[in-house]
Every structure is written in C-alpha cells, then in structure tokens.
C-alpha cells in the first residue's frame, strides 16, 4: 500500500480533534464530577495521611509547659546597688537572665550569625532552607544547615534528639510551628539565648559570659559578644579557652557578618578584628565582695531554703557600691602587706608556701562602710582572701575594741553633762579588783601621766585614765546604755575597764554606733538587701529599714567635733600628716592592752567606714591602731571623695559657742593666757569665770609685775613618733 501522504495524515488528525472535542462536548458535566470527586478523594486521602501522622509524630510531642518549667538547676543572681551582678547561685552553670539584661550588641551578633531573618519569619524560614538546598547540592550535604532560632529550641530544649532522620525533622517542625503560634518572638529569643549550650558546661548566655570572661552578660564588650555569639554552632571547637585561634576566627566571621548587616562600621572592623582575645583567666583571684555575697547566700539559705536558692531564679539587689568595695580590698590588703614588709611581722602571707587546713597563720584584716543615713552597707571585707578562709571578720568575729570604745563613754558623759572643756585628772589610778584578783593599775600607752586635761585632749590623745575615771563619775550603766542605743548588741560587761573596750563587739555593730553620730544621733538599722524577686519580677521581700532615736543632735554634734579634733591633731593626725586627707572628718583610733587588735572608724556626714586587723589566733602585733586601722581607712576614704564633694557635718541648733580657758575649762577671761572656742548645750553652757587667772593671782605669781594680757591659740599638742592607740 502507498504511504499516506502529508495531507492525508493531516486530514485525519483534524477529524480525530473533531471526535474529541465532540466527545467532550458531550461528557463534559460528567468530566467535571469526575475530576471534583478525584480532587476531593485526593485531598481527604492527604488530609487523613497528615492527621495519622500527626496523630502517630504529634501525640507524644513534648507539652510546651516545658518550655517555661526548663529553668535551670541554679539562677539566683546578686546585684550590687548599681545593677551589676555580683554572683549567681547555681549547681550547674546554668542562669536565666532577661532580655532587657542582654546587651543590644550581643542580640544582633546572635541573630546575624545565626537567624538574621528570625522577628520576620514563622519559626521555618524557607528562603534560607532552600539557600541551604542549593549550597549542599553543590558542595555536599551538610555544607549549610537552615535552622531557626525556634528550631534550635525545639531540637535542644525538648526534643533533646539530633537524630538526621525524616522523623525528627518532621516532629521538630510541628514544635517549632506550635511554639511560634505560643510565644512572642522576645519570649523565644529569651528562651533560647538562657537555654542553648555554650561548651565548658556552660548553658545559656550568663553561664557562658562568666565562664569564658568572669562577668555579666550585660557587662560584655562587643568583641566579647561577638566571640560568644560563635560559640552555638560548634562550642568545643571554637571554645576560646580550648582553640583561641579557632575562637578568634569564629569570632571574626560574626564581626564580619554583622559588618554586612550593616551593625558593624566599616571604619570599626579592622581595629575590632585585631582585638586579642582576653578571657577569664584560670585560677583568678577571689570575686569582689566575696565576704558580702556568703552573707546574702546565708540569708537566701534561711529564709527561702536551699532548693530556691539554687533553683528558684530569685534576682536579689543590694546595696553593694562595687567601686567603694573594690578601694576597700585593695587598701585592706595593699596597707597589711606593707606591715608585713616593712615590720617584718611573723607568717607574712608572701612568705607561705601554701594554707593549713585551719585558718590562715597571718595577718588579717577586715573593713566595713555604710551609709549613716539610711544604714546601707556600701562595702565588706571579711578578711584578706576569701578562697583561703571563709571566716568573716567583719561581722563573725568579736574582739574588743579597745580605745575605738571611748568615744561612747564620752557621749554618755556629754549626754550627761558633761563639757568638752571639763578637767579631769589624767594621774596614777589603783583599784581593788575583787575576788582575790588583787589590784589594777591602768595606765596610758606612753606610760605617762598628763595631769589636769579637758575631755577633748584626752579623747584626742586617748588618754586611758580620763576615760576610767569618767565612767566612774557618770556610771557603768549610763555607758552600757548608750552603746546599746547606739547600735552594740554584743554583751557588755558592767566592769570599769569597759572604757578602754574589754568587752568584745564585731567591727559592724562597732562601725554602726559611729554610724549613730555621723547620722546625727540617729541610729540606723545596718541592711544589706534592697528587695528580692523571684523569676516572673514579682518583690517577695522589700527592705524595711529601722531607724530610731539614740541620742539627740547637739551631744551627736558636740562628740563629733570632739573627734574632729583626732583627726586634726590626735592620734589620728597621721591621716592627714601623712595620708594626704584634706576632707572633714572625724574618728577614732583603737588599741588593745596587749595590742592584738587595732582599729580604726571614721566617719563624715555620708560615710562611715570601720577597719580592724589583727591575727585570728589572738596573739600581740606590737602596733598601735594608728598604724593598722588608720592608713587603709584614710585610703578608702580618700578614693571615695577624690571624686566627690565631702560636706562640713551641720550643725544643729541649740549649739552655743563659748571661749574656754584650757586650764580651768570654766569662761574664759582677759587674764586667762590660754583660750580656745567650745562647744556647749543650752544646757551645759559654763556659767562661771575662769578663777585661775585673776588679777590677784597673776599679781601674787608674778611679784606684781602683770602689765597686761593676750588672747591665745589653745597650745598645740607635740608631735609624738608613734601615736597612742
């Protein structure tokens, strides 16, 4: 048969068009039922394969409660008064912080190198899954992953399963798409950067700022946030501590990203690049406020127990000035090393091979600051290393105070009565003791005797004798009295040596009753903790500070300017000899008999600090207070106003102002050849005239040949090379 010709296949294939298209013509409406039932069956099937595998992946997916019961073992941050973070709590190194509590810079490190897309997609990002498709295609699988912040969450937070099968990554995206429906994208991100791992055991981004660098999250750098921000993707390879060239390449990468983000300047990135890496480094001396954060702990501990101390997330804020605790460590430790040094005292810390497992042979030292105000403790130091001895001389230790006690005597005396231009008696004193002790015969740290003194030269000078004998006429009880109102809670005994400080105290109930006349007679409950909240920011305990009246302001004034006069010429002249103290203040030195513990506390209208050192075991240092207490104290005060205005104490009414004779300590008068300006009460204002110089006994001294008189400066105590305690 002839082959067809093109026109009649052509032909034919018009008249098959024709016979299909008449056909349908014909079943069209049957097509379309068709079609729709296929549709229908096709979706339903779908549908029924979704819900079965929902039903199959979906029922055993973790309750998204875990997410919000996922809180670490530990958590409870301390914060100094400023809102730096002191220490926190915790059995792992795990920490919750809040958003608000990450900086800015460590936010967006994170989300550029990580999730740059993360506040606009729906917790799968799909323009970067199918980059990553791309990428593997060309390069081999697993060249690019495409993971989302919340998928991250999801995979390390409950399914805690990085299995590669179909499985999983279905599972995980069901999660990440209910966690998105769930949370904010703040609370996600929140949930993330205080859940992912970090390496070195740390997880969450607190826990990682203090172990790679010993600080804050909010107290990191950028290149510090930079380098953290790295670290998800593979810690133990990029671990700064392990592979620091590894870790400075990673962190470089994230600078540079954030540089194309548009984060970074470009004038910025090349400095930021060439930053070396400086992380915390191993074995590092004791945290500051060490002593201070073991009392909060305690009180954590008693109060709240230790599961919600470890585990509770509480944020508790104190009343710490970390700048005022840092110049404290370092004049308490720089001030006892060189006594060590230059005195050559025994079981100098230096010269220690290592520590016993009791407490440490050497020197120690201890130091209180608060507030008089309000009674806020603003700086501890519990001893001279933490690390070495947990012991807290500051407020664990009682020790007496020696001459650091007069200044109370003195208010009872002046609360009494008594004048600052008063005479008294600076002579021998022998005294039956009692109960077959024989007798005691105090005497004064120079071993001498002045004779007839005011009150103010002799708290000046801390003379012993006129302390005694002023106890003796006011009464033992009047003293014990005031220190307990004053702020001493330690028991007192009822012994004449009480004026020189027999009885033992703690340097924090000793600094609060100096605290008393700073705060104008006002005595104020020392505290610690400003207010406590627990996880959800809700206050579980507010501050309540105590305050009540110890005495009134004209004797809190008048004994303060008594102890001006320590300052200014006394004992604790060397402060400003040979300290280069300008500011006003007033203080005391203080000396034990035997000299095993000195002292000093000092104080101005907003600050009073208290220092003490001495050996724990109790043994003789061989130094006055005015060479232990004195030379920290005027460096923790100098640095503190080095940048601040010192105001004058203020005085109160009621204050008269007379001109003394400083040798009869009655008004002074035209003959009187010492005169000098006193400060008295309303009521204890001198009425009578000075009877030692009158026109007779100048006459009778002088065989008649008085022509005449001058007022003069009160006569100005010698300096002495070693001040009396």
């Keep these: 048969m002839a082959a067809a010709t093109q026109d009649e296949v052509t032909n034919d294939m018009k008249s098959r068009g024709q016979q299909i298209r008449v056909w349908l013509g014909r079943n069209a409406p049957r097509l379309v ?87 606009s997609h729906w917790g799968i990002d799909l323009w970067s899954l199918a980059r990553a498709i791309l990428a593997n295609l060309r390069h081999g699988w697993g060249e690019q992953g495409a993971s989302t912040l919340t998928q991250q969450l999801a995979r390390n937070l409950i399914l805690e399963s990085h299995e590669q099968t179909l499985t999983r990554k279905v599972r995980e995206a069901m999660l990440t798409l209910r966690i998105e429906r769930t949370y904010t994208k703040d609370e996600i991100f929140r949930m993330y950067l205080n859940e992912i791992y970090f390496g070195e055991g740390a997880h969450g981004i607190e826990a ?24 998800p993707k593979n810690p133990s390879n990029y671990s700064p501590l392990r592979n620091p060239e590894r870790a400075v ?54 109060e709240y127990g230790v599961d919600e101390l470890y585990s509770g997330e509480l944020r508790v804020y104190t009343t710490l000035d970390l700048e005022l605790q840092r110049s404290a460590e ?44 309000t009674g806020r403790i603003l700086a501890m130091v519990g001893g001279r290393s933490f690390s ?74 801390s003379l012993n004798i006129p302390a005694i004998k002023l106890q003796a006429q006011i009464g033992t009880e009047k003293v014990m009295q005031a220190a307990h109102r004053m702020g001493i809670r330690s028991r007192l005994e009822p012994v004449l040596s009480l004026a020189l400080g027999t009885s033992e105290t703690t340097l924090l109930e000793l600094t609060s009753a100096f605290a008393t006349l700073a705060n104008g007679g006002i005595y104020s409950r020392p505290w610690y903790i400003e ?58 030195t203080g000396t034990t008999d035997d000299t095993a513990d000195g002292w000093f506390v000092g104080f101005t209208p907003d600050l009073v600090v208290g220092v003490w050192g001495g050996y724990d075991e109790r043994r003789s240092i061989g130094l006055p207070g005015a060479l232990i207490g004195l030379p920290p104290w005027a460096d923790i005060m100098r640095g503190h106003y080095a940048t601040r205005t010192a105001q004058a104490f203020n005085e109160p009414g009621g204050i008269l102002s007379e001109s003394v004779c400083t040798d009869s300590g009655k008004l002074a008068t035209p003959h009187c050849p010492n005169v000098q300006s006193e400060l008295f009460t309303k009521q204890s204002r001198p009425r009578r005239e000075c009877d030692l110089h009158t026109l007779r006994a100048l006459d009778y001294e002088s065989d008649g040949a008085f022509t005449g008189f001058e007022d003069t400066e009160p006569r100005a105590p010698q300096p002495r090379d070693r001040p009396p305690g």
């Excluded at 303060?560 to 300052?567: K, Y």
Aim: aromatic share 8%.
């Design 208 to 231: 990682a700022a203090r172990t790679y660098f010993g600080k804050s999250v909010r107290d990191l750098t950028l290149v510090e946030s930079a380098t953290l921000a790295g670290l």
């Design 531 to 588: 207010k406590i909240e627990d996880r959800f920011g809700k206050v579980l305990e507010r501050a309540q500070p105590y305050h009540e009246e110890a005495l009134s302001p004209q004797v809190a004034y008048i004994v303060t300017h008594m102890l001006q006069s320590v300052v200014d010429w006394g004992t604790g002249r060397n402060a400003r000899v040979l300290y280069g103290l300008t500011i006003p203040a007033a203080g005391k």
């Design 330 to 373: 370092a004049a308490v430790e720089a001030r006892i090393r060189e006594l060590e040094r230059t005195r050559q005292l025994p079981f100098a810390r230096d010269t220690l091979a290592s520590v016993s497992e009791e407490e440490p042979q050497y020197l120690q030292g201890a130091a209180v600051a608060l507030d008089p105000r």
């Design 388 to 461: 070495e001895s947990r012991f807290n001389r500051a407020v664990q230790a009682r020790r007496q105070p020696g001459s650091c006690f007069k200044p109370i005597v003195y208010t009872a005396a002046i609360q009494a009565g008594s004048r600052p231009s008063d005479i008294i008696l600076d002579t021998p004193l022998v005294m039956e003791m009692g109960g077959g002790r024989g007798l005691w015969k105090p005497q004064n740290y120079e071993k001498t005797f002045n004779g007839p003194v005011s009150l103010r030269y002799a708290l000046a000078r």
């Design 33 to 119: 039922r068709l079609t729709l039932v296929t549709t229908l069956a096709a979706l339903a099937l779908g549908a029924g394969m979704l819900w079965a595998t929902y039903r199959t992946l979906g029922s055993d997916l973790p309750s998204l409660t875990a997410l919000e019961d996922a809180r670490p073992v530990g958590g409870t941050l301390v914060l100094s008064a400023a809102g730096d973070t002191l220490h926190s709590f915790y059995r792992e190194k795990r920490v919750n912080v809040r958003l608000d509590d990450v900086p800015d810079e460590l936010k967006v490190a994170v989300l550029s190198v990580e999730d740059w897309r993360f506040y």
């Design 249 to 302: 390449q990673r962190r470089n990468l994230v600078l540079r990203t954030m540089r194309d983000h548009g984060l970074v300047a470009s004038a910025d990135f090349d400095s930021l690049v060439q930053t070396p890496l400086e992380t915390r480094p191993p074995g590092s001396d004791d945290p500051v406020g060490a002593y201070f954060v073991e009392e909060v702990r305690k009180y954590l501990e008693a």
